[in-house]
């Protein structure tokens, strides 16, 4: 049985940015007309092309970035002080870096569903909030942003459709029960207010 070869493209090369005294401010990895264009948030390239220079050439992918890697390191980057370049990383990184730091976040993404989430479950207890009060002045900030506001019919709306059907447990149930011991309700007929002193006329003390 014969087993088919790999062919590894050996079409990228590392380069760099001259000044005019000839020592470079800057080293990159690329392919094709990469040397010649300025990358997001990347050097740009000096305008005088003969300042523009193949360091080595016809390398896999995986030399170009290690290329690039040891050249920086030779010569130093200038926002570290450990030398003259303008690269702002290491190297290793460019297009191919962006590539393996997406697939990196996807696979975070999935470690963190359910209950691997470090927050998971932290309800109660377990909240950072937990036996946490606001304080006067936060109540008062609140409440002001709170008056005035009304849903819309079409709100309203959905949230009926919303709740249509839906089964209270007895436990949900229990604790409605309980936060409203002690509570007056007042009914028209029409609506219902939540208040201690009957709002009226026609108001009668009841539930909704």
Not at 37 to 52: A, H, L, Q, Y
Not at 140 to 155: C, P, R, V, W
């Amino acid at each position: 049985m014969v087993v088919p070869s790999i062919r590894v493209e050996m079409i990228y090369y590392t380069y760099a940015y001259l000044r005019e005294d000839r020592t470079p401010y800057y080293i990159g990895k690329g392919e094709k007309g990469r040397i010649y264009k300025k990358g997001k948030n990347e050097i740009k390239p000096p305008k005088d092309k003969s300042r523009i220079i193949f360091l080595k050439q016809n390398l896999t992918e995986e030399e170009a970035f290690k290329h690039e890697v040891y050249m920086i390191a030779v010569f130093g980057r200038k926002d570290l002080g450990t030398g003259i370049l303008h690269n702002r990383t290491d190297g290793g990184d460019g297009a191919s870096g962006a590539v393996r730091n997406e697939e990196f976040k996807k696979k975070l993404s999935e470690a963190n569903k359910g209950n691997n989430n470090p927050n998971y479950g932290k309800m109660g207890k377990d909240s950072h909030r937990y036996g946490k009060k606001h304080n006067q002045e936060t109540k008062d900030k609140i409440s002001k942003k709170k008056k005035g506001k009304t849903h819309s019919k079409e709100f309203k709306q959905k949230i009926s459709v919303a709740n249509k059907g839906k089964i209270l447990s007895e436990e949900t149930k229990r604790k409605i029960s309980e936060a409203h011991k002690g509570k007056k309700w007042w009914n028209d007929g029409k609506n219902s207010k939540l208040i201690k002193e009957c709002p009226g006329n026609g108001w009668i003390l009841g539930r909704i």
